[in-house]
Nanobody, 115 residues
Framework: VQLQASGGGLVQTGGSLRLSCRASGFMISHGDMYWYHQAPGNLRDLVAVLTSNDFANYADSVKGRFSIFRDNAENTVYLQMSSLKPEDTGIYYC??????????WGQGTQVTVSS
């Protein structure tokens, strides 16, 4: 099982980015997929989750601005981020829970939002 995150970059306040998390070794439609945000000096915080039965939930701080969705054909889960703020800066990690009792993490992708 591997997760490859990408799509981060430098963007101005109010801008948008789309993060990707491509999975291998399992089908993302069979698992619960997560995005976490780790700001500098902080712990990882849950940003969004998409369950295997298509339930999506978001942290209050990103509701209305971020959207999590998946493309089963590409075996990839995405995080569409809009109206970005400087406090969204940090490393974004994807995680998969496929019911094995082990959580699988991607390597993280850096997002920097300039003010």
């Amino acid at each position: 099982v591997q997760l490859q995150a990408s799509g981060g970059g430098l963007v101005q306040t109010g801008g948008s980015l789309r993060l990707s998390c491509r999975a291998s070794g399992f089908m993302i439609s069979h698992g619960d997929m997560y995005w976490y945000h780790q700001a500098p000096g902080n712990l990882r915080d849950l940003v969004a989750v998409l369950t295997s039965n298509d339930f999506a939930n978001y942290a209050d701080s990103v509701k209305g601005r971020f959207s999590i969705f998946r493309d089963n054909a590409e075996n990839t889960v995405y995080l569409q981020m809009s109206s970005l703020k400087p406090e969204d800066t940090g490393i974004y990690y994807c995680k998969a829970d496929i019911g094995t009792g082990v959580a699988y993490w991607g390597q993280g992708t850096q997002v920097t939002v300039s003010s």
